[in-house]
């Protein structure tokens, strides 16, 4: 079936991200003398919140208050330096464009802080997404449906006529949890192996397999 509206997931979906994730949790580590994580521990760490990013970064065993330190300096870091590497993945732009020609809504649930979400689709996606969230007080994070049930209200489509599109085991969840189809993509955060044994039902290897699956 065609659905009216797509949600889309931002980091690993939308944007590639992951270098000035890593970068921000380096400077996050060397400033409270802890070993540096790699592109691919912090790539494993994403998709549940910045929050639990540094709580899977620091070593086993660290106190609340150098975790909470650790946070702080991350977020501060994160927050000046969220564009220096990230852009959009391949054909991406291209493809919501399209979908959008066709006729569906688009939107974006995030579980990055939303003053972040906001700049980053100000900067790669002006105006193109007419609702987007990210973490925010009063609401709750994926995998709960809170915020896609928030997006798809401010779209004006029923649930049962959206699609969720995400990279990950929490994307899988929160569209399970909200009763909407998900599409997972093979470009992100997760492989593909990964995305099966989280109950992946669909995966779309390029955004214009997206396109065909969202309009089909």
């Known amino acids: 079936m065609a659905y009216s509206a797509a949600v889309f997931d931002l980091d690993g979906t939308l944007l590639d991200t992951l270098g000035d994730l890593a970068a921000a949790v380096n400077f996050a580590m060397r400033a409270h003398g802890m070993p540096e994580r790699s592109i691919a521990q912090t790539k494993a760490s994403v998709g549940n919140g910045i929050r639990l990013l540094i709580e899977r970064s620091v070593p086993e065993g660290t106190s609340k208050d150098e975790i909470d330190a650790a946070f702080e300096d991350f977020r501060a870091y994160y927050a000046a330096h969220s564009r220096d590497l990230t852009r959009p993945y391949p054909g991406v732009p291209e493809a919501v464009d399209e979908l959008k020609r066709a006729g ?96 992946a039902t669909t995966i779309v290897a390029t955004p214009a397999e997206l396109v065909r699956a969202v309009l089909a």
């Open 104 to 199: 569906v809504a688009v939107g974006v649930v995030s579980n990055k802080v939303d003053d972040v979400v906001q700049d980053l689709l100000e900067a790669f996606f002006p105006g193109v997404f007419p609702a987007a969230t990210g973490e925010r007080e009063g609401i709750r994070r994926k995998p709960a449906p809170d915020s896609t049930f928030d997006v798809l209200s401010k779209l004006g489509v029923d649930a049962g006529n959206a699609v969720y599109v995400g990279d990950s085991e929490v994307d899988i969840a929160t569209a399970r949890n909200a009763d909407v189809r998900c599409l997972s993509v093979a470009w992100g955060f997760r492989d593909v192996d990964a995305l099966l044994a989280a109950g």
